[in-house]
Each structure stands twice: as C-alpha cells, then as structure tokens.
C-alpha cells in the first residue's frame, strides 16, 4: 500500500452525523462516490476498503483510542507517515472550513494525542474539518462534539464533503 486515509470518529449507529464522527462521514462519503464498500477487519479493529494502492480506514475503538489501530496498520504495511493522511473534527474551526498540515501538536483533540502518544510523532500529516457553531457555548465541549449537525448544516455538507473528496483526492495524487 502507498497511501493511508484513517478517519476519526465512533463506533456505532448513535454516532452518525455527529460532529466527533465528521471524519467518517467524509470517508464515507468519498466510498460511495469511487464505488467502494468497507470491509470490517477484527485485525486491525476497524473497517477497511481499498482505492487503488490506498487504505481508506475507520477504526472501530473509540475516537480517544485511535492511535492503537492506526500504528498496527502502519507498522503491518509498511506506509511511510507522510503517506498517512489523518481525517477528524476540529471545534476550534469554524463550520465548514478545513486545514491541511503537514505535523503538528493534538490541538486538544484526544483522537490525534492518541495517534501521537501511539506513533511516537506528530510528524504525519491531518486534515481538520471545521464544525465549531455557537452551539458549542450552550452545550459545553463534550456535549457539543457528539450532538448532531443542525439542519442548517446538514443542509451545507455536501459541498463540504465534495471540498473534502478534493483534499483527500490531491493528497494521494
């Protein structure tokens, strides 16, 4: 394999649409446009579909527990970090609007201090997904993580996601 695309989110029915599972939404999505189905494998203790030489990659521990899977899958291929490409949710950024970077710290998210910790790195690189809103004040940091996007924002992901499809298309390429 040349590339990895490992997505943060939750296990589990309950989680879908919410705002700590936007990574594997948008690895979702990018499945569904390119035809591929994920394939769950006990392994590596996620799901797992392949694109040409690339894993596209949803572990099935907990989004704090991510760094566990992602290392075995990195270590059994072989895929140099600056191939591994980390998809998740950032509250810092607003709704919609994504960042690429090359390394850097966790940024407060328990998911990348996972992979770090995991990794022995920040050296690989993450694409953040935007989904702070002024939910997040009302609800609390936790609370607003694993709420549901909002109509409204339902309404806008779909552009997101093809902005998102592009990223993870360019990153491979």
């Not at 989680?15 to 035809?35: C, E, P, Q, V």
């Not at 090359?102 to 998911?111: E, I, L, T, Y």
């Not at 609390?140 to 109509?151: C, E, I, M, S």
């Amino acid at each position: 394999m040349k590339h990895l695309i490992f997505a943060l989110g939750n296990p589990g029915e309950q989680y879908n649409f919410t705002r700590h599972n936007f990574g594997f939404l948008a690895l979702d999505f990018f499945a569904r446009t390119h035809s591929l189905a994920f394939t769950p494998s006990k392994k590596f203790s996620a799901s797992i579909a392949e694109y040409n030489d690339t894993l596209l990659v949803k572990p099935s521990s907990y989004y704090n527990l991510t760094g566990i899977p992602l290392s075995a899958i990195i270590n059994f291929y072989k895929i140099p970090l600056e191939n591994v490409l980390v998809v998740c949710d950032d509250f810092a950024l607003p709704f919609g609007q994504l960042r690429y970077r090359s390394s850097g710290s966790a940024g407060g998210s328990n998911g990348l201090k996972s992979i770090i910790e995991h990794l022995k790195t920040d050296e690989f690189p993450r694409l953040r997904l935007g989904t702070d809103s002024p939910m997040r004040a009302t609800l609390g940091d936790t609370a607003f993580v694993l709420a549901k996007f909002t109509p409204e924002e339902k309404a806008q992901l779909p552009d997101i996601l093809t902005e998102i499809n592009q990223k993870i298309t360019d990153f491979i390429s």
